[in-house]
């Protein structure tokens, strides 16, 4: 059985800190333990409530012991090395980049040039890791409003939104209704902030009604 050596209100008061603010679910674990074991709580006990075995709990306190705060992140190097590497990375990024919409394509390219297998898992997660997110592809105005016009009109409008704020007044928005000749359009990976579009073709204009 083993029990914190350190229960001084100072140590505990820093535990609590680090159970609570703490952004990394290990570190708010592992601050709660050494807490609970504050409390009272065995060694038993504590291999209960965070279904660990006793030599991890072990690990926790001698990490705490010798390096207080730092003991509870977890150190460089460990887990699983990435398989590819940074250069490698890049290019896979790129291969996705071109099939937006088939990731398994640029694992395929991928294995191709690397001769090593990556799964549609790992390739998601070097999508998100370069911040793309999966979002409809887009189709763009057939020209761009003139932007004299445009910033006319928000001139015209800003004033309004800033009465409606306090309550002055209420703006609405009133469109046309219609139907529309172009087909759904699906949804790709994209780098975030930026969209993939479709060129609108002239005869599957919008019909007003």
Known sequence: MR?????????????????????????RQRAHCLLLSCDGKTTKE???????ERLTISHWFKAWERRRCAGLSDHAGRGR??????????????????????????VHLIE????????????KRLLKKNRDVWKRIKHPPEKSPDPEKYE????????????????ACAVWYVDASGLCFTPSLPYA??????VIEVPTSAPNRRRNV
């Open 3 to 27: 029990f914190m050596r350190d229960r001084s209100p100072e140590t505990q008061r820093l535990l609590r800190r680090c159970d609570k603010e703490s952004p990394h679910h290990r570190v």
């Open 46 to 52: 504590l291999m209960h409530i965070f279904d660990v």
């Open 81 to 106: 090395p990435h398989k590819l590497t940074e250069a490698e990375q890049e290019h896979a990024h790129q291969y996705m980049a071109q099939h937006p919409q088939h990731r398994k394509k640029g």
């Open 112 to 123: 191709q040039e690397t001769s090593k297998r990556v799964s549609t898992k790992t390739s």
């Open 152 to 167: 006319r009109r928000k001139a015209l409008i800003n004033p309004r939104h800033t009465r409606e704020r306090p309550g």
């Open 189 to 194: 990976w994209q780098l975030m902030g930026s």
